[in-house]
């Protein structure tokens, strides 16, 4: 069975620093990989995925994520964050021999605190 | 853009009560699911639903849930005798493949 561990429950960073947010899933095959952002009481925004091929991944709002086979990462980064930003992160892993079936594994979020 | 659509946003039950969650997917999209999200944890995976029918369940899916894709455009989750661990945010997802993954922006359950 998959799984996601996102190590950093809480993260501070100030207005205009850059931003690394990590992950590191569990899957025996080539996942399919997700990031989502959640505004307090709003839905799950998706900012990026990855299937395959260019393992540097290009979001919305100025995010990027990187897959790492090697270190079973794939770690969310902005250059510059905005008070905006601040907000609950998710990763999730997708099974890519499900077809679709099967569902995402989530990690259990980062919660992103800009400071002005 | 198109969008997952799930009515209502809030819903207040008594224990005991049943309860349906409704969602209307994207229209081209092929599969079907819910997750939940208990206030301050993960978003975690209910059901998939695929050609009519449930392709895969979680451990959470017990015999109190169920879901019906009633005509085209509905796709419902029933929660036949609602407990106090069943308050939670509920999201509706539909997607073509992994390709076009659309999660609605939830319903919010409250149980009493």
């Known amino acids: 069975a998959q799984s996601v561990t996102q190590p950093d429950i809480h993260i501070t960073v100030s207005e205009g620093a850059s931003l690394e947010l990590r992950c590191n899933y569990s899957y025996g095959a080539t996942p399919y990989l997700f990031w989502y952002v959640q505004s307090p009481g709003q839905g799950l925004q998706l900012l990026l995925k990855?299937?395959?091929?260019?393992?540097l991944v290009q979001g919305i709002k100025g995010f990027e994520a990187e897959f790492k086979r090697s270190q079973s990462s794939f770690n969310l980064r902005k250059p510059s964050v905005h008070w905006s930003d601040a907000a609950e992160y998710f990763c999730?892993?997708?099974?890519?021999?499900?077809?679709?079936?099967?569902?995402?594994?989530f990690g259990k979020g980062t919660h992103l605190i800009i400071q002005p | 853009e198109p969008e997952v659509t799930q009515t209502p946003s809030h819903q207040v039950t008594q224990m005991g009560q049943e309860v349906i969650l409704r969602c209307v997917p994207i229209s081209n999209h092929l599969y079907f699911y819910w997750y939940r999200q208990i206030l301050g944890q993960k978003v975690e995976f209910l059901v998939s639903?695929?050609?009519?029918?449930?392709?895969?369940k979680s451990e959470i899916f017990d015999d109190q849930f169920s879901v019906e894709r009633p005509d085209g455009s509905n796709f419902t989750l029933k929660i036949r005798s609602t407990k106090l661990e069943d308050s939670a945010m509920y999201f509706c997802?539909?997607?073509?493949?992994?390709?076009?993954?659309?999660f609605g922006s939830g319903t919010r359950l409250t149980v009493v």
């Open positions: 997802a539909s997607s073509e493949g992994f390709s076009g993954y659309t």
């Open positions: 639903f695929y050609n009519n029918e449930i392709s895969e």
């Open positions: 999730a892993v997708g099974a890519v021999t499900g077809g679709g079936a099967d569902g995402l594994t």
């Open positions: 990855y299937f395959s091929g260019d393992t």
